[in-house]
């Protein structure tokens, strides 16, 4: 399984009682209840192709062109909640949200030790770069910012290793 599709799969979730359930916006919120396969296949397809497309379009944006990253990501999330909310129309939620924990312990399951390895070293190097940087004399907003975004990517990197490692029992 591929990085966007193993994205997609933790929009969803199977209740105790079998239901389907998919969080729009992840754990905040309650849930929907899916009425069968067919609709979470449709809302996959629907994921898929957009994680696919404006990821690497805002990312392309914010590199090259600054603020006009902002704009695409703010199309996209725009375009994300009215294409979602057609899809969803009419569909009941289940009265219990979804966990930040099941989220996260999903999340380990899904990807390989050495990506979750490489994250966290990867976010660690960025904290450092940035502490090394202020150290220097170059103390900007910015850097500050990318060094909170970075210390909090580097938690939740070690947090998902030691979630894979309690699960396998090793």
Known sequence: ??????LVQISFKTSPNGEILYGKYGVIGKPYILPNNEKRTEIETFL??????????T??????????????????????????????????????????????????????????????????????????????????YKIWLAMGLFSISTIFYGRLILSQKNASGK
């Open 1 to 6: 399984m591929r990085y966007f599709e193993k």
């Open 59 to 140: 990312l392309v944006a914010a590199i090259g062109f600054g603020y006009i990253g902002l704009l695409v990501a703010l199309f996209a999330t725009i375009y994300y909640e009215i294409s979602i909310r057609k899809m969803l129309k009419g569909l009941p939620k289940n009265s219990n949200r979804i966990k930040l924990n099941e989220t996260g312990n999903q999340v380990a399951k899904l990807y390989s030790k050495s990506f979750l390895w490489f994250c966290f070293f990867g976010s660690l190097l960025f904290v450092m770069a940035g502490i090394f940087i202020i150290a220097n004399g170059k103390d900007d």
């Open 48 to 57: 898929l192709k957009y994680y696919k497309i404006f990821t690497p379009l």
